[in-house]
T-cell receptor, first 110, second 113 residues
Framework: RKEVEQDPGPFNVPEGATVAFNCTYSNSASQSFFWYRQDCRKEPKLLMSVYSSGNEDGRFTAQLNRASQYISLLIRDSKLSDSATYLCVVHAGSQGNLIFGKGTKLSVKP | EAGVTQFPSHSVIEKGQTVTLRCDPISGHDNLYWYRRVMGKEIKFLLHFVKESKQDESGMPNNRFLAERTGGTYSTLKVQPAELEDSGVYFC???????????FGSGTRLTVV
């Protein structure tokens, strides 16, 4: 089983749609959780951290369920500029490294 | 604030040659990381420096890879001799603390032919 698994995608949605990405992680000791965004041939960029209480940043909402080891990202009112690959990322411990999922590609069409 | 800078952006070398990648982290970031993405696979951890010390090098594929961070500033990653399977994008990242997330450089795309 992979350490971080994501929806394979791709997701092709029209502008204005709501889209949800799911992610599961295998290490129950994981402590920090993130969503990164990666544009084609660019570096990953931090989109948002994910907290147990859930958190929202504009059109983006992230949720964490520690019991199920499940993370989600919801994008509302999607824009053309949201087209990218979304990476679910988990950090195992205070001195550990980031574990990346393979990413889910989102394509928002006019 | 200047971001994480990597050099070169692209490198094409022949199998058996040596290549050295460089990373300049954000000033003041003690933590520096090297990651690699091989085509079709997820981004994978290579190693982690805290200042000039190697905190974790469990992701280094083999002894053909050597990373250094003299003086705790910039870091180099040398591949010697390069093999075809070393091709990929090598990312460097730095952070003050994990809870803030990492800032990645734009990567070095290495092609071994």
């Amino acid at each position: 089983r992979k350490e971080v698994e994501q929806d394979p995608g791709p997701f092709n949605v029209p502008e204005g749609a709501t889209v949800a990405f799911n992610c599961t992680y295998s290490n129950s000791a994981s402590q920090s959780f993130f969503w990164y965004r990666q544009d084609c041939r660019k570096e990953p960029k931090l989109l948002m951290s994910v907290y147990s209480s859930g958190n929202e940043d504009g059109r983006f909402t992230a949720q964490l369920n520690r019991a199920s080891q499940y993370i989600s990202l919801l994008i509302r009112d999607s824009k053309l500029s949201d087209s990218a690959t979304y990476l679910c990322v988990v950090h195992a411990g205070s001195q550990g490294n980031l574990i990346f999922g393979k990413g889910t590609k989102l394509s928002v069409k006019p | 604030e200047a971001g994480v800078t990597q050099f070169p952006s692209h490198s094409v070398i022949e199998k058996g040659q040596t290549v050295t990648l460089r990373c300049d982290p954000i000033s003041g970031h003690d933590n520096l990381y090297w990651y690699r993405r091989v085509m079709g696979k997820e981004i994978k951890f290579l190693l982690h420096f805290v200042k000039e010390s190697k905190q974790d090098e469990s992701g280094m594929p083999n002894n053909r890879f050597l990373a250094e961070r003299t003086g705790g500033t910039y870091s180099t990653l040398k591949v010697q001799p390069a093999e075809l399977e070393d091709s990929g994008v090598y990312f460097c990242a730095s952070s003050q603390a994990v809870r803030y997330g990492y800032t990645f450089g734009s990567g070095t795309r290495l092609t071994v032919v």
